[in-house]
């Protein structure tokens, strides 16, 4: 019986992918544990580690978060296929390249405001850290561009963009 395998694999792959998100320091923690896994298996992507999990006991595929999740997709046979810290994905992009992109490119991505999901338009770039918007009718904001936003209040640039191009993963997909 897979199911609790899965739900398992489930909740791991979520976890990765949610720490991955944001630029903080889970996502710098996620890398050294990624560059851990690759590098004490000699491998140099996660499929090839998925293979070597496979020969792995599981206590000692579990002292890794990737080459334990490498370790629970073997068993479900399933490939896991993710690069998350390739430069050239939305995810791995430098806050400040994003903000560029979102400029230069006149993104539009959505944020929440009074409850409602609203386009904005990225404007410019301030020295204090923040993208200047507007939305449709005119009004400006100012969002944060690094890190990851307060709460309450509206999201980081980042967790705008990756909530509203969440399907397109590399940079040159996300454009106006």
């Given at each position: 019986?897979?199911?609790?395998?899965?739900?398992?694999?489930?909740?791991?792959?979520?976890?990765?992918?949610?720490?991955?998100?944001?630029?903080?320091?889970?996502?710098?923690?996620?890398?050294?544990?990624?560059?851990?896994?690759?590098?004490?298996?000699a491998?140099?992507?996660?499929?090839?580690?998925?293979?070597?999990?496979?020969?792995?006991?599981?206590?000692?595929?579990?002292?890794?978060?990737?080459?334990?999740?490498?370790?629970?997709?073997?068993?479900?046979?399933?490939?896991?296929?993710?690069?998350?810290f390739?430069?050239?994905?939305?995810?791995?992009?430098?806050?400040?390249?994003?903000?560029?992109?979102?400029?230069e490119?006149?993104?539009?991505?959505?944020?929440?405001?009074?409850?409602?999901?609203?386009?904005?338009?990225?404007?410019?770039?301030?020295?204090?850290?923040?993208?200047?918007?507007?939305?449709?009718?005119?009004?400006?904001?100012?969002?944060?561009?690094?890190?990851q936003?307060?709460?309450?209040?509206?999201?980081?640039?980042t967790?705008?963009i990756?909530?509203?191009?969440?399907?397109?993963?590399?940079?040159?997909?996300?454009?106006?």
């Amino acid at each position: 019986m897979k199911l609790p395998l899965v739900t398992l694999f489930d909740f791991m792959w979520g976890n990765l992918e949610r720490c991955h998100q944001f630029d903080d320091g889970t996502r710098q923690t996620m890398k050294l544990a990624y560059q851990d896994a690759l590098t004490g298996n000699a491998r140099s992507n996660l499929l090839e580690l998925q293979k070597e999990a496979a020969l792995l006991s599981w206590n000692k595929a579990g002292e890794n978060e990737f080459t334990f999740v490498c370790h629970l997709a073997n068993k479900l046979e399933i490939e896991a296929i993710w690069d998350p810290f390739n430069e050239n994905t939305i995810s791995a992009a430098f806050n400040i390249t994003l903000a560029t992109l979102s400029v230069e490119a006149g993104l539009q991505p959505r944020i929440q405001i009074l409850g409602e999901q609203v386009p904005i338009k990225c404007l410019s770039i301030d020295a204090a850290g923040f993208i200047t918007t507007t939305i449709d009718q005119g009004k400006l904001h100012s969002l944060q561009i690094d890190g990851q936003a307060h709460s309450p209040g509206l999201p980081s640039l980042t967790e705008a963009i990756t909530a509203t191009y969440g399907a397109a993963v590399w940079l040159s997909r996300v454009g106006g």
